[in-house]
């Protein structure tokens, strides 16, 4: 029914930076809240940024002031722009968005996941 595919990951240098997208299709009525999990080896799947329709935000404590969650509503695309990229950010990114689909069914959908290394 509703599909979301990420793109963007990566290996990248201590220090660099990555974008991540992640498009949503399918029977799509609405989209409301979107975000970006991340779960490490051997560590639980935890919050990254979330974004309201309006553009409100929320992110980790980890993440606040190198990270930057957006969206274009007109593409249902969210966005994770990540800089000063630590090795403790090596994860699985995955997208999540609550949907709304064309027969109103309310769906939590998640992303297959997007691989995220930061080495030198």
């Known amino acids: 029914q509703v599909q979301l595919v990420e793109s963007g990951g990566g290996l990248v240098q201590p220090g660099g930076s990555l974008r991540l997208s992640c498009a949503a299709s399918?029977?799509?009525?609405?989209?409301?809240?979107m975000g970006w999990y991340r779960q490490a080896p051997g560590k639980e799947r935890e919050l990254v940024a979330t974004?309201?329709?309006?553009?409100?935000?929320k992110y980790a404590d980890s993440v606040k002031g190198r990270f930057t969650i957006s969206r274009d509503n007109a593409k249902n695309t969210v966005y994770l722009q990540m800089n000063s990229l630590k090795p403790d950010d090596t994860a699985v990114y995955y997208c999540?968005?609550?949907?709304?689909?064309?027969?109103?069914?309310?769906?939590?959908?998640w992303g297959q996941g997007t691989l995220v290394t930061v080495s030198s």
């Open positions: 999540n968005a609550r949907v709304v689909t064309r027969s109103y069914k309310d769906l939590e959908v």
């Open positions: 974004i309201t329709t309006s553009g409100r935000t």
């Open positions: 399918g029977s799509i009525f609405s989209i409301n809240a």
